[in-house]
């Protein structure tokens, strides 16, 4: 009995060794994923405007905090930004994370990093104003990634 029990063990920490290795590369893959749908969100906000991104990818539940409050599902977050990003406005905002993480179990991740965000004033100057975001993402039942918190 002796010799069967440190044989377990031995089985244990070679399964144990090998899904962390398996689990590693699947972190590193999640980050990817969500480093191209930042990359996608972007694209998407500079071609077809702010409104169509954020509306794009953001989930059922997103919540946009702006200012001092928060804008809490897809249904407020299309009012807020009908009045304050409507599709015909001549504002841009372009940002790239500085940094991304993923959780171990690849359901939730985060970025973070600088925006520009610029817009014609009154007298048609154009004005920028910057700053850091953060992004909470959340992968969906279809395997995709959708903004929670921004």
């Known amino acids: 009995m002796n010799i069967k029990f440190p044989t377990y063990l031995l089985l244990l920490f070679i399964f144990a ?9 699947s972190t590193d893959q999640w980050k990817q994923e969500i480093i191209e749908t930042e990359k996608r969100f972007a694209q998407m906000a500079a071609e077809e405007g702010i409104r169509e991104a954020f509306l794009s990818f953001a989930a059922e539940d997103a919540v946009l905090m702006r ?12 009012e807020y930004l009908n009045t304050q990003a409507p599709a015909d406005s001549n504002m841009s905002l372009e940002w790239k994370p ?23 004033d009154s007298t048609g100057n154009r004005v920028e104003r910057t700053g850091v975001f953060h992004t909470v993402w959340k992968r969906q039942e279809d395997g995709t990634w959708r903004f929670v918190w921004d």
Request: hydrophobic share 30%; aromatic share 12%.
């Open 17 to 25: 060794s090998c899904g962390e290795k398996t689990q590693q590369g």
């Open 67 to 78: 200012n001092d409050s928060l804008v809490v599902g897809i249904k407020a977050i299309t």
């Open 98 to 120: 500085d940094f991304t993480d993923v959780s171990s179990s690849g359901d939730l991740g985060y970025t973070y990093g600088k925006f520009i965000f610029s817009m014609a």
